[in-house]
């Protein structure tokens, strides 16, 4: 048998246990009895432990060493499926050797001690609560950035924690994007919100009956490209999506009665993700090629649906007809100009996920900045709090009244996420790109979503986005798309447009 | 570290991939997307092969051979945690050992195509296009009863098959009670319906709105004593209920719009054998302890729930309130005494699932007695539908008109199952025992179920059956529960008066 059969069996085996892994995440937020938490946490860490032994097995190592060496293997990036298995999981299991077993799981259970510190100190606002759990888990992450000392690739402390997330791409090129980005944002938001950002009129506040909105999103999710009986949704908490294999997509919602938009756009973002992860090439499916590649990419194909397809004028237009029909108190009188206006409001708020699109980078960039000078500046967590509201006064011209609209506001820190957030604004800078893109290969999209064609750009963002699962890095993606190198322009535009509109409004 | 310890962790490792796959299982009843059938599959066959391999490891063997002599070891049945863990892994460990990987797939697949093929057979009522795949079936059961030739207790080939089901139960122990069974039933069932059995009043049966059912069957179940937010109910195909671990129980059921008592009797039914998952000991929660012990224990608390109190003239007097309340048009008129009957009409009817309970075990006895004869009388497959057609002439003297009600009504031979259907009747037989035995200790069962009280016969449960797990076999919590050995009397006689009942009707 070739080393790679043998990999490719071995790897298979650890994948199905992933997707086991995926389901009880999935069931543990939106199916389980309450009591039902505690075992579901043991049974979730032991999968998490089988796997990380089959994984980082000498024998797996010495399978890869071998399959590197059978003919084909040197393939470049996206043209054997083998070669790119090899490539990607033989990096992969580099990394898993170098963190020893304790260290993960001493950053598993301080990070669960802090999330719980976390909900407590957000509540009474209170930071020096969480200071003491912040500081253990910044300690112990700098312990694991350690880990990858003289890692190829790796050439400061903050290129370990950002490559959990967005796998080899450098705190470099991240800064400079998101750099360009605050460039291009500061003045236009203050330029978008300089005739005031009151309330304004808001049809998407009013009443809307839970029952009415669950119909309306399913009609409007039945209406996006996925292939028959592959999703469910399902209403949670905190909204995600999930796939259990590319044929088995959960997406999920939130129904807040007194808005209509939370659970509308948020559904359309959770659909982006689940799109993403069905459009995988089937053949990659049992094996981990099928996970996502970054979550910059994941982001893109969320935001690119939510922001760019659901918010556009055409889109809004088209649909207004059902929320008049299920909703006349709220959208009998409302036109098509006033739709999208309220759609796309920009308002300067303190909280990142109440944000709208304009103002939603900024959020972003000050969070980034933060944790660059945390790692790599030796910024006090003392002072973090203070840092925080200087750059809220900076970026936005904001007051922060107090930590929890502050720096107590996201769980990311206290779960010991460092590295994350920029990927969320990478992932809005890759949707520009690509919704660019696929504008010059498609023609007129905004008439295509006029017609209801919703169908070409999944087809298009298919082939060559999703299909690829892990194989290519986003930049290979924007390359092979016609996208050239990953720039900040086309965001930009887009969000002038939003702004234009918001200033004239 | 001592062998006990070390084999505890390891097989709470294997019991935990036995809880992702058990939601699996679930899920893919209940929620998957139809899409998703052909990964799960992947996914259920992959953990099975994982946890197999894992359990039959020759290190799992030796840390068993240390831990028998370790001391304390040897304590009886049910004194000593470890040792009945040693004692019964041990025995699984030896049988695990004994079937080759290969025949265990072969089987699997066999039985898979066996059960597609037994659909579209059943549809068209034509046994011959099931003969060759129960053939197959029955071939590869003779080879897995082979590989125990020899194993402690075991003397003939049924043996073999019946322990799946029914461990340390003798074939011969189990004809003796069905027999038994069949001395009392078969005139009983002359006895019952010699006045008649036609369609009689049935208020079950009429317009009942699913919603309406949904809500009724929740607040039924939510009377019982399951401890709180540690179970759900959800609408499948094929009732089934199921545990993810003790505080995580999952029941089904199902709604017939034009009859009542489907969803009603089959969710208490479900909700038995729940409450059996949800009273084991927490102690032997994370073991292979905590997993029920036998199917015919465990169909024992199915039916108690469900015949013993549920078809009572006190459960369903007091419930007479609801029903009146939500299904006025049924039950506005009717009294407690008509209710009851209505519960228990007695009908001789060719389709085991739609049988009442008195007659329902002369269904088992039949398949129970074809069992043996193909197994170890070499009955001619070809010869099964006429041998089963003889025996409903014989014992409830009825004429089968086709194979789709005779031979091919049930799935259990497509699917490979042969040993399972006698564990049916052995619940009814040990329901009655146990029901005799909680009368005799709490003083007057129908008096506490007409005042609403159910925790009582919950916790003497609990702590005479549930709580043991695997610890303890049928006749061992039978003979401690003050239950005397095996023996149908007390069923008998709850079945004589529900024949009473329906005579006088």
């Not at 802090?114 to 112990?140: C, G, I, Q, T, Y």
């Not at 992450?141 to 997330?165: H, I, N």
């Not at 808005?259 to 993700?273: K, P, Q």
Request: net charge negative; proline share 6%; charged share 30%.
């Amino acid at each position: 048998m070739a080393a790679i059969d043998e990999l490719r069996d071995r790897l298979t085996e650890i994948h199905d246990l992933g997707r086991a892994a995926t389901l009880l995440a999935w069931d543990e937020r939106t199916m389980m009895p309450p009591a039902g938490a505690e075992a579901r946490a043991e049974t979730l860490a032991t999968l998490a432990r089988v796997r990380h032994e089959m994984f980082t097995a000498d024998e797996v190592g010495r399978l890869i060493d071998r399959a590197r060496s059978e003919p084909g293997a040197d393939a470049p990036p996206g043209e054997s499926i083998d070669a790119d298995l090899i490539r990607i999981i033989g990096r992969d299991w580099d990394k898993a050797r170098r963190v020893p077993s304790e260290l993960r799981a001493e950053m598993a259970r301080a990070s669960s001690i802090a999330e719980n510190a976390w909900v407590e100190a957000k509540e009474r606002s209170d930071f020096a609560m969480l200071l003491p759990h912040l500081e253990r888990n910044v300690e112990l992450t700098r312990r694991f950035a350690e880990c990858y000392d003289g890692f190829p690739g790796f050439s400061r402390t903050y290129d370990a924690l950002l490559d959990e997330y967005e796998p080899q791409m450098s705190t470099e090129e991240m800064r400079d994007v998101l750099a360009d980005l605050r460039e291009g944002l500061v003045p236009l938001v203050a330029e978008a919100t300089e005739n005031g950002e009151g309330p304004g009129f808001d049809p998407f506040t009013g009443e809307f009956p839970v029952e009415s909105q669950r119909e309306l999103v399913k009609q409007v999710i039945g209406e996006l490209p996925f292939p028959e009986g592959s999703w469910r949704l399902d209403p949670t908490e905190h909204p995600f999506a999930l796939s259990i294999a590319t044929t088995d997509v959960r997406l999920t919602t939130r129904y807040n009665e007194r808005n209509l938009a939370m659970a509308l756009f948020s559904a359309m973002h959770e659909a982006g993700h689940g799109l993403y992860e069905s459009g995988v090439d089937p053949e990659l499916g049992p094996t981990p090629l099928s996970d996502p590649r970054s979550l910059g990419l994941h982001e893109s194909q969320s935001r690119l649906w939510e922001n760019w397809v659901a918010r556009s004028r055409p889109w809004l237009e088209r649909h207004l007809p059902l929320l008049r029909e299920r909703f006349p108190d709220s959208f009998g009188d409302v036109d098509p100009v006033a739709l999208e206006r309220a759609a796309n409001r920009v308002v300067r708020s303190l909280i990142r996920i109440e944000s709208d699109e304009v103002t939603y980078n900024l959020h972003i960039l000050i969070r980034f900045e933060l944790e660059l000078e945390i790692f790599e500046e030796d910024l006090p967590l003392t002072d973090l709090p203070e840092a925080w509201n200087a750059r809220y006064r900076d970026y936005l011209g904001l007051e922060v009244p107090d930590d929890a609209h502050g720096v107590l506001q996201d769980v990311h820190w206290a779960g010991g996420a460092f590295g994350y957030f920029p990927t969320y604004s990478l992932g809005n800078v890759i949707a520009g790109q690509l919704w660019e893109a696929a504008g010059r290969d498609l023609g007129d999209l905004p008439a295509r979503i006029a017609d209801g064609d919703l169908a070409s750009l999944g087809e298009w963002l298919r082939e060559r986005v999703h299909r690829y699962g892990r194989r290519l890095s986003p930049s290979e993606i924007l390359e092979r798309a016609g996208c050239g190198e990953l720039t900040v322009e086309p965001l930009l535009q887009h969000l002038r447009e939003r702004a234009a509109l918001a200033a004239a409004a």
